[in-house]
């Protein structure tokens, strides 16, 4: 099992910046992707982007380009999730999530149903 804990997040003004954090524990060995997902009210869960922990490869939804970026410390065996020109429509509850499969279609891995572990979540509100 993978245990996975989040901190940051909270209230910033349009343009500001925020960072997430997501500290794993447990059969983290096991782990090859990790990914930041967001759910605003009334809305499916969206992928935001991800990265490999091996090779550090990433990927982003469009919305989110150039302004967030994933990165990781694995001797710390944690991911982060930096936030950059904020806009209100990024207000969301964002999680984090871990996937230990396999699959030959990389492109999957946008798809939170290929992720088995999650963080509580957090709140990421952006006033206008």
């Known amino acids: 099992q993978v245990q996975m804990v989040e901190s940051g997040g909270g209230l910033v003004q349009a343009g500001g910046s925020l960072r997430r954090s997501c500290a794993t524990s447990g059969r983290t060995s096991s782990i090859l992707v990790m990914g930041w997902f967001r759910q605003a009210p009334g809305k499916e869960r969206e992928f935001v982007t991800h990265?490999?922990?091996?090779?550090?490869?990433?990927d982003y939804a469009d919305s989110v380009k150039g302004r967030f970026t994933i990165s990781r410390d694995n001797a710390k065996n944690t991911v982060y999730l930096h936030l950059n020109n904020l806009k209100p429509e990024d207000t969301a509850v964002y999680y984090c999530?871990?996937?230990?499969?396999?699959?030959?279609?990389?492109?999957?891995?946008?798809?939170?149903?290929?992720?088995?572990?999650w963080g509580q979540g957090t709140q990421v509100t952006v006033s206008s």
């Open positions: 999530a871990a996937s230990d499969r396999l699959f030959s279609n990389y492109g999957v891995y946008v798809e939170r149903s290929v992720y088995n572990y």
């Open positions: 990265i490999w922990l091996r090779s550090g490869s990433t």
